[in-house]
């Protein structure tokens, strides 16, 4: 990677370091650094990432504001990284590009500095896109085991981590050249080790009634069609404001593209529809219900 480009992540990861460290704890994380006082493999509200990773900065750096978010600037600036290199594999010249867009968004600018769920869930996503991209241009099945640790860590920081399983088999069996790997013993070693990973939080939640999983996926089935274009409105407004105007239209553009060429069967363009299209539409169906937050998507 450019040697300029990297100059300027440090420096922003510095910035970002320094206002973690003088920003005052928000409700949500004083909520989040409660659990990291009583690690458990679940919670009623998420998976327990967020308080793992609130515990292990506490233990690196001291139970402060920057100890507690020291994992946000940390994860964001190796996040970077791995995207622009998932992004040059994929379609080559557009993994610095890419990454500096990522960064433009208020959407990490802020997440990079604070630490709820959204911080590990991105960066074990990009993780996992990372290790895809390296599946698809070497063919090595061992990559799988990558992906399938990737897989299971962002379940156990957010639930619609899931979506990236979705959004994997979908792929597979979207594009003819590479359902050959259902019968790969590489990706069900990769499945398995993405259960495995996850397996706590079930354990958890079947213990506790179900509760967190119910919490959080009984929401699909709201209905509200009166309030439908106030929910969608305010989703998208949402979206602007995380991505910001002129990044969310450079998004949609290239969710578009994706689409269109994932039409006709391009593995890569595939890949990346199938990991953005199936999170569109759900919650685009729960705005029909009710109002989405926007950091959720």
């Not at 990236?164 to 792929?171: E, K, M, S, T, Y």
């Not at 495995?196 to 179900?210: I, Q, Y």
């Amino acid at each position: 990677m450019p040697i300029p480009w990297l100059l300027a992540l440090l420096v922003l990861t510095l910035l970002r370091l320094w206002a973690a460290a003088t920003l005052p704890l928000s409700a949500d994380e004083a909520y989040y650094w409660t659990w990291s006082h009583a690690l458990a493999p679940g919670y009623l509200d998420h998976p327990p990432m967020v308080a793992l990773w609130m515990r292990v900065g506490a233990w690196l750096a001291g139970e402060d504001a920057l100890g507690l978010r020291l994992l946000g600037p940390l994860s964001a600036a190796a996040g970077s990284v791995l995207l622009a290199r998932a992004a040059g594999l994929l379609l080559p010249g557009a993994g610095v590009p890419a990454a500096a867009l990522f960064n433009g968004t208020l959407l990490l600018g802020v997440g990079a500095v604070t630490m709820t769920p959204d911080t590990p869930l991105v960066f074990f996503w990009t993780l996992a896109l990372w290790a895809l991209a390296q599946l698809l241009a070497s063919g090595d099945g061992r990559w799988w085991l990558a992906v399938g640790a990737a897989a299971g860590l962002a379940l156990d920081s957010k639930y619609t981590g899931g979506f990236l399983g979705i959004g994997i088999v979908l792929w597979l069996g979207w594009v003819p050249a590479l359902r050959r790997w259902f019968f790969s013993p590489w990706l069900w070693a990769g499945g398995a080790l993405a259960l495995a990973l996850f397996a706590p939080v079930l354990a958890w939640n079947a213990g506790h009634g179900w509760v967190s999983l119910l919490k959080q996926g009984g929401r699909t089935s709201d209905w509200d069609p009166g309030g439908a274009l106030r929910h969608l409105g305010e989703l998208l407004a949402g979206q602007a404001g995380l991505a910001t105007p002129l990044v969310l239209l450079l998004l949609a553009a290239g969710i578009w593209t994706a689409a269109r060429r994932a039409w006709r069967r391009d593995p890569a363009w595939s890949l990346l529809a199938a990991l953005t299209l199936p999170g569109l539409a759900v919650f685009v169906q729960h705005a029909v219900g009710d109002r989405v937050q926007a950091n959720w998507p």
